[in-house]
């Protein structure tokens, strides 16, 4: 719906993708609060070895795993994300975060093409977004772990301690 409404009227694209970024956001926080009460009956239907999978996911990389499963193409599972994050009780605030960044990326980007290349953005988008998405995720995990290993770089000497 995004890119037929930025193809039809171009100028009016940042409403879009701020409409539709903040609709997935309350529809996700929606998801999660059910999820949260539901509990692990709400993965039932997902395979185990795939809630394995992302709860292992979540619990090393926490909200980063979110955000990342945000701007990966489909049919990567981004529900099973949004509903594990409810089960596992994900801290609210940090979860909307991620899913609001990273729809406002997806949705920009989708935005932008609409409004610059009209009806031929679907074809494009189609051929190279799975290259952008994946080549994003390895830039925010890149980022994520180079700033954990700056973090750990930078241990405080202990003072005092005279040997």
Same mark, same amino acid.
């Given at each position: 719906?995004?890119?037929?409404?930025?193809?039809?009227?171009?100028?009016?694209?940042?409403?879009?993708?701020?409409?539709?970024?903040?609709?997935?956001? +309350?529809?996700?926080?929606?998801?999660?609060? +059910?999820?949260?009460?539901?509990?692990?009956?709400?993965?039932? @239907?997902?395979? =185990?070895?795939?809630?394995?999978?992302?709860?292992?996911?979540?619990?090393?990389?926490?909200?980063?795993?979110?955000?990342?499963?945000?701007?990966? *193409? *489909?049919?990567?599972?981004?529900?099973?994300?949004?509903?594990?994050?409810?089960?596992?009780? /994900?801290? #609210?605030? @940090?979860?909307? +975060?991620?899913?609001?960044?990273?729809?406002?990326?997806?949705? /920009? %980007? =989708? &935005?932008? $093409?609409?409004?610059?290349? &009209?009806?031929?953005?679907?074809?494009? %988008? &189609?051929?190279?977004?799975?290259?952008?998405? $994946?080549?994003?995720?390895? %830039? #925010?995990?890149? +980022?994520?772990?180079?700033?954990? #290993?700056?973090?750990? &770089?930078?241990?405080?000497?202990?003072?005092?301690? =005279?040997?």
């Amino acid at each position: 719906m995004l890119m037929i409404l930025a193809t039809a009227r171009p100028a009016w694209m940042l409403i879009y993708v701020a409409a539709a970024t903040v609709g997935s956001t +309350i529809g996700c926080v929606c998801l999660y609060k +059910i999820s949260q009460k539901a509990g692990q009956r709400a993965l039932d @239907r997902f395979s =185990e070895s795939k809630q394995k999978r992302v709860k292992d996911l979540i619990d090393r990389y926490d909200v980063l795993s979110v955000l990342v499963a945000c701007v990966l *193409p *489909p049919p990567f599972p981004f529900k099973l994300f949004v509903v594990s994050s409810g089960v596992f009780r /994900l801290n #609210l605030l @940090r979860f909307t +975060i991620a899913i609001a960044a990273g729809r406002t990326f997806r949705y /920009l %980007l =989708e &935005g932008y $093409l609409a409004a610059r290349y &009209g009806e031929h953005a679907k074809e494009i %988008l &189609g051929h190279y977004y799975p290259w952008i998405g $994946l080549s994003l995720a390895v %830039l #925010l995990v890149a +980022i994520f772990v180079g700033k954990n #290993l700056m973090r750990r &770089g930078r241990v405080e000497p202990v003072s005092g301690v =005279e040997g």
